[in-house]
């Protein structure tokens, strides 16, 4: 054992002279390479006394980086994210400027914008020499997780053993469809997922890494369990379970009903509530804090997360006390603040910042080179993917990523006993490039890798792992509403209220149609003749608020304080309803009805009352389920005056989006309404065999009870802890409505 030790020390010693040295030698080229950046004397000193500088520099660069570094950056952890990102070089360049005034004699110098570079440079260039040192060394990588988990148990006073109840990780890609991910298991994209299902890798591809032949039917194979029946094929280790999301098929409602248990009264993604005069937006920091406290007090539990839980990357804390990137506490202010402590375990080393600086622009750099790729393969459908867009993907893809992996495995290494984190990267890229597009398999494939990483650092854990996978929703894929009829809804629902619509619109067949059928049924109800052009002419204040999320859109009449009828709006724009049911964009309404209750209206004039309700007739395509979905919606208090869902196209998948998405999400159609949950086989089955899994909430106590098993904390808050947490979620909710009342 004592020969042993002094083996890795002698290593662990080679490797720190061997970076000196490539540190050395990047300094020694960089001065050579910049005129503002020297390591001589004005007497010309000699080559050897260039580099004895260049030593002496890299150093005391290597020093301060290693010891004052961290403390830089827990002094400024109050800072938001990409301030910090932007400090990182800023402060980077200080510390060599320091470096270099402890060279003796002073003979280095640079300006602060060179230092700025020269410190990148070679943060970059050591990271880069660690990383190749530890792929020669395969134990490197594991001693060093080793030696993070044993600090942190030092720190915490825990034995060095792996005894203990297990924890639980579940890891959510974000808008990754149940059959996304059985193309890309089936399609070698996703080797870590494929391992875990006991998927073989595919024979054949087509040259795109799409699978030919019966590839598909091996992850249909995995799906049932039964992948270890096949020759040369791994044993499984995880079941995949599809489940189907509720009709508001996204992150708002899907997150909050899994962490927190309900999303009761989330119609949309967007939403207008009467009562308040507000647009809730699920990602907005103020409507995420209301949306939290309202689950808080409907539950009366604090979350799936509330005692040791860690929250990353999420909309909701569901709990947790331990917070990164997480919106609904993002307003929060002072020491108490820890929703940017999981930066410091990223932003300790230089070194991360700059892979992620340097990853960044490459991913914005590979976005405009695809979109115009895009643009010369006359790609459709298509949508703009130019402006800030390729710098909100690469925050996505890159950083975000990058944060929230390095938060997860400092979570497993502190034992924490459930950590929650969403990776948004497939999301983001699916909505503009397409969910089943080369450019969105590519983030598939980076995505698995981090999936691969998390798993190797949980055997340095301190308590054995089990990691779960699952989605909030998929995507549907389809042409714009807009590009298919060059109109929006907006421009559609003031068109068949008689209101004036953009001159593009006019000219369009959809708004002439509906604003000629506005015409006519004005002059029917009035009982008189109109002039040419004019409509029915609202109240000041009443022009319908339309919402879209994803292909659901919304409705809403502010000027009425309680939900309108749809004898009312008859009477208001006796053309609106059939406007909007007869386009063939439109797949169905939901309206409410004073004499049949609520009813859902259809192409060619069907009309069933929602208690009534199947999946046939209007609905008819939707997949099972639907009118249970809009049967729960039409209960929620704030659901709009109007709730539109596109039309889908069983045949293709296709949907057409009220946004600018050619993957989309949030209604009723496709793929977006199938959701994954991948989870270890020594974890008791998500529902029995012939049961389906049905909304965020049965999910959530599906998750629940598998920390139950784990002997996890999950218990129903006592009066105390509930108070506290419901304390935080207002505490949230007010900073931020004082600082955005909008």
């Given amino acids: 054992m004592f020969k042993g030790r002094w083996r890795t020390t002698g290593g662990a010693l080679l490797r720190v002279i061997i970076v000196w040295a490539v540190s050395t030698l990047t300094m020694l080229a960089l001065a050579g390479i910049l005129p503002d950046f020297k390591l001589q004397s004005d007497n010309q000193d000699s080559i050897t006394r260039i580099a004895l500088a260049a030593a002496w520099g890299a150093g005391a660069f290597g020093l301060l980086s290693a010891l004052v570094w961290p403390l830089l950056v827990r002094a400024l952890l109050l800072v938001p994210a990409l301030v910090l ?3 990182v070089f800023f402060l980077n360049g200080s510390l060599l400027l320091i470096a270099l005034r402890l060279i003796p004699d002073g003979r280095g110098a640079a300006n602060p914008e060179t230092a700025v570079v020269v410190a990148a ?16 060394d395969d134990d490197a990588y594991r001693r060093r997780l080793s030696r993070l988990a044993d600090r942190r148990r030092r720190r915490s006073g825990e034995d060095g053993g792996r005894g203990g109840p297990p924890g639980t990780v579940f ?21 870590h997922v494929a391992d875990w299902l006991g998927v073989p890798p595919p024979a054949q591809d087509d040259g795109r890494g799409t699978p030919d032949g019966p590839a598909r039917a091996l992850a249909a194979v995995a799906l049932d369990g039964m992948a270890d029946s096949l ?48 647009i809730m937006v699920s990602n907005r920091p ?24 860690a929250s990353r990357g999420n909309l909701f804390s569901g709990g947790a006390d331990q917070l990164a990137l997480v919106l609904s506490i993002a307003a929060r202010r002072g020491r108490a603040n820890r929703s940017r402590a999981g930066y410091f375990a990223y932003f300790s080393d230089p070194a991360n910042a700059v892979r992620t600086a340097v990853s960044f622009v490459a991913d914005v750099g590979r976005e405009i080179g695809e979109s115009t790729r895009a643009r010369l393969r006359g790609d459709l459908p298509r949508v703009g993917r130019g402006g800030l867009y390729p710098f909100i993907r690469a925050f996505a893809t890159v ?12 979570d497993m290494l502190a034992g924490r006993t459930a950590v929650y984190a969403d990776l948004v990267a497939y999301d983001e890229v699916a909505h503009h490039s397409g969910p089943h597009s080369r450019d969105a398999e590519r983030v598939l494939a980076r995505l698995d890798r981090s999936v691969g990483l998390i798993a190797r650092a949980a055997e340095h854990a301190p308590r054995t792992y089990r990691i779960v996978l699952l989605s909030d929703h998929g995507q549907s894929p389809g042409e714009t509403f807009e590009s298919a009829y060059g109109l929006t809804l907006r421009d559609l629902v003031r068109a068949g209220c008689g209101l004036p619509v953009s001159r593009r619109a006019e000219r369009t067949k959809s708004g002439a149609e509906a604003r000629e059928a506005a015409r006519h049924a ?16 609202p109240a000041h204040g009443s022009d319908p608020v339309v919402l879209a999320s994803g292909n659901l859109g919304l409705i809403s009449f502010p000027d009425v304080p309680e939900r309108m009828s749809r004898e009312q709006i008859d009477r208001r724009h006796p053309a609106l309803l059939r406007t909007l049911a007869s386009h063939p964009g439109i797949g169905f309404l939901l309206v409410r009805s004073e004499e049949h209750g609520s009813v859902v209206l259809g192409p060619g004039g069907a009309e069933v009352p929602v208690d009534a309700l199947d999946d046939s007739g209007p609905l008819a395509g939707l997949g099972p389920g639907a009118a249970d979905a809009v049967r729960r919606t039409d209960s929620f208090p704030h659901v709009a005056d109007i709730m539109v869902n596109s039309m889908y196209d069983p045949a293709t998948g296709r949907v057409h989006a009220f946004e600018e998405q050619i993957g989309s999400h949030g209604g009723l159609g496709g793929e977006q309404s199938r959701a994954f949950l991948l989870s270890p086989l020594v974890l008791s089955a998500p529902v029995p065999d012939s049961g389906e899994l049905v909304g965020a909430e049965r999910v959530h106590q599906v998750l629940r009870r598998w920390l139950r098993e784990g002997s996890g904390p999950q218990v129903p808050l006592g009066t105390v802890s509930l108070s506290v947490a419901k304390a935080r979620s207002d505490e949230a909710r007010t900073a931020e409505e004082e600082r955005d009342p909008a």
Avoid: C
């Fill in 85 to 87: 990102g932007l400090l």
């Fill in 121 to 136: 440079v070679m943060s970059a260039v050591a990271s880069a020499t660690s990383t190749a040192l530890a792929v020669g």
């Fill in 171 to 191: 890891l959510q890609l974000d808008g990754v469809g149940h059959q996304v991910l059985l193309d890309a298991v089936a399609a070698g994209v996703m080797p």
């Fill in 231 to 278: 020759a040369g094929s791994p044993r499984p280790t995880h079941r995949l379970t599809p489940w189907r999301t509720d009709w508001s098929s996204q992150t708002g409602a899907s997150q909050l009903g899994i962490l927190h248990g309900s999303n009761h009264d989330v119609p949309a993604f967007r939403w207008y509530e009467k009562d308040t005069g507000r």
């Fill in 286 to 309: 103020a409507s995420a804090a209301e949306l939290q406290r309202r689950a808080i007090d409907r539950t009366n539990d604090g979350g799936l997360l509330t005692l040791d839980g």
């Fill in 399 to 410: 950083v975000e990523r990058d944060v929230v992996v390095t938060a997860v495995i400092g």
């Fill in 522 to 537: 004005v002059r029917g109800a009035l009982h008189r003749p109109e002039p040419e052009g004019a409509g029915e002419e």
